[in-house]
């Protein structure tokens, strides 16, 4: 029973689904969600996959400040979704209310509406920012789930420091 | 602050130069043709150019638009504005004339305790939308309109409260609500 936990453990981390919500943004995250799931940067390395339901999706990325209007609805399509399940809010409007902090017809920031895993600030975020995010959200749930995060994505660990004799001199380092 | 301050205003009309005729042929046009139904101190040329604003009364607004569509070919709407003026409300019609290459706006002024106005929905169709609008967030009523409804509020929200004019107060103090300084607790949600 201890392998086949530790077998979906493992299948889980290796394949969040993702879902994608706007809540009354800009559309400018949503483009950058698309960037950094397009080849040049590429969030479908680690298994991130783009679903069309929450009845699929293992996280939610929400964008934008919560409306009043769609506070209902972003509640109802959380609850849609299966356990385990983590949100994550990408741009400053999804974070804390960005530009739209003060008004009177939203919420300001996702968390206000259901709970929150991880924030990815900017405005928009760049889609290296929103990788980093996706990925420090999956670090944290290796850690949750007791996977070793080398198992997560071998391709992400650092490379040996190149050895530099220090006592010789540049020039020689550079003929070396 | 010290010594006169200089009064702040929007308006500012352009010289009768080479590079404002043809803002100052259309002007001269709608002044001649409609000069009953504008307010003509309030009509001017902007020193942008390609820019004319024109305030016409309430009452003879379905008549003007019309005037222009017939006269000017006037087809394009960008949009629909509010403005709250203190003892005024105003709505800011914003019209493209293609062919001259002049953007023209058309003010409304109607009074705050009985702001009314008729609709040109009818006339000019781009503007349904619009006119819901300014009728929620300003209270500003486009008469006559054929497809009233709530558009952008909260289902909720009261009838009576109209949150872009200015001595909106915020009775439920939404707008210290959404400065957030953390998550809020989850047994809360």
């Known amino acids: 029973m201890g392998f086949l936990r530790r077998l979906v453990d493992k299948a889980k981390i290796k394949s969040p689904w993702v879902f994608h919500f706007n809540s009354g943004g800009c559309n400018g995250c949503d483009i950058e969600i698309i960037a950094a799931l397009m080849p040049r940067l590429d969030l479908e390395r680690f298994g991130v996959k783009l679903v069309g339901s929450p009845r699929h999706a293992d996280i939610m990325l929400c964008t934008g400040p919560v409306t009043e209007q ?39 920031g996702v968390d206000q509406a259901i709970p929150v895993t991880a924030y990815v ?8 920012a ?9 670090q944290v749930l290796a850690e949750i789930m007791g996977v070793s995060p080398k198992e997560l994505a071998p391709e992400f660990e650092e490379p040996p420091a190149p050895t530099v004799d220090t006592t010789e001199t540049g020039a020689e380092v550079a003929q070396t | 602050m010290s010594g006169a301050e200089a009064e702040v205003t929007e308006r500012r009309p352009a010289e ?7 803002e100052y042929d259309l002007l001269d046009t709608i002044l001649q043709d409609m000069a009953d139904a504008v307010v003509a101190e309030e009509c001017y040329v902007h020193v942008q150019p390609r820019r004319v ?14 005037y222009m569509q017939r006269e000017h070919d006037m087809w394009q709407v960008s949009t629909l504005s509010g403005r709250d003026l203190g003892d005024d409300l105003q709505a800011n019609y914003h019209f493209f004339l293609n062919d001259k290459k002049i953007a023209i706006t058309i003010k409304v002024n109607v009074p ?11 006339l000019v169709p781009g503007v349904d939308f619009v006119e819901n609008e300014i009728r929620e967030m300003f209270g500003i009523v486009p008469v006559g309109h054929p497809n009233p409804r709530r558009c952008e509020l909260p289902e909720n929200w009261p009838g009576e409260e109209y949150p872009l004019r200015k001595d909106w107060a915020d009775p439920r103090g939404l707008m210290k609500r959404s400065k957030t300084t953390g998550p809020r607790p989850k047994e809360e949600l």
């Open chain 1, 130 to 138: 929103i990788m980093h995010g996706a990925y420090q959200l999956l």
């Open chain 1, 70 to 108: 769609i506070k209902p609805r972003l509640q109802r399509i959380y609850e849609q979704m299966a356990e385990p399940k983590y949100v994550v809010a990408i741009g400053s409007c999804a974070c804390s209310g960005g530009v739209f902090r003060g008004a009177y017809n939203v919420l300001g």
């Open chain 2, 16 to 22: 009768r130069d080479e590079l404002h005729k043809r």
């Open chain 2, 112 to 122: 705050r305790d009985k702001p009314e106005y008729p609709s040109i929905t009818d």
């Open chain 1, 121 to 128: 600030p900017g405005c928009p975020p760049k889609p290296s």
């Open chain 2, 53 to 66: 604003f024109v305030r016409v009364h309430p009452d003879r607004l379905r008549e003007f638009i019309r």
